[in-house]
């Protein structure tokens, strides 16, 4: 992402900050991150899915044998 906007600038900035308002601008920053997190995690589609594990279930003996491994514990 190309930006005009100099990281080293960004800090010599946030430095002249009191320490409230660099708390403050930590917060914000955290949670601008997480909904960018939360947007990419909920964009997997459920239908994405379909068909994973099949091959546990092709035969009757594999669906028997996996019920048993499962009740084993």
Sequence with gaps: MATSLNIDDIL????QLDKQDQL???QR???LL?????KKAS?????SL??????IWK???NIDKY???????
């Design 12 to 15: 010599s900035q946030v430095k």
């Design 24 to 26: 403050t601008l930590l």
């Design 29 to 31: 920053m955290a949670s």
């Design 34 to 38: 997480k909904r960018r997190e939360t």
């Design 43 to 47: 964009s997997t589609r459920l239908t």
């Design 50 to 55: 379909l068909g994973m594990g099949s091959e």
């Design 59 to 61: 035969s009757a003996d």
């Design 67 to 73: 019920i048993d491994e499962e009740r084993q514990w």
